[in-house]
């Protein structure tokens, strides 16, 4: 039997097809040792299931598109929104640092 983040996120994914997605905590870009500021993608991010045990963000910048792969634990929560968007609120940061955008601990 699937997990229930992952039969979740299957439910949202069925009613947002495109799969474009919105990140509650927002996007984070960090300069050197800076403490971490705001930003915006350059197009939308979207979310791919990939398996029972984990996803995939893809997140487009001024250098590319990043894949961003995570384990479901990271969801905190899921919804769909108004905007038809799948709005999620992870227990990780989505942070674009040194050119690479990934994972990293809020804090």
């Known amino acids: 039997m699937a997990p ?3 039969l979740k996120m299957q439910s949202l994914m ?3 097809p495109t799969g474009e ?3 509650a905590d927002g996007h984070w870009i ?3 040792s800076e403490p971490p500021e705001r930003w915006n993608p350059v197009g939308p991010v979207k979310l ?3 398996d029972s045990e984990s996803f995939l963000l893809t997140v487009p910048s001024n250098v590319g598109l990043h894949a961003v792969p ?3 634990e990271v969801i905190e929560g899921a919804w769909l929104g108004v905007d038809g968007k799948i709005h999620v609120l992870l227990t990780k940061r989505l ?3 040194g ?3 990934g994972l990293a601990r809020i804090g």
Do not use: V
């Open 48 to 50: 791919q299931l990939t």
């Open 21 to 23: 997605a919105s990140i």
């Open 99 to 101: 050119g690479i955008i």
């Open 70 to 72: 995570a384990p479901y």
């Open 4 to 6: 229930a983040p992952y």
């Open 14 to 16: 069925e009613r947002c």
């Open 30 to 32: 960090q300069h050197g």
């Open 95 to 97: 942070l674009f640092r």
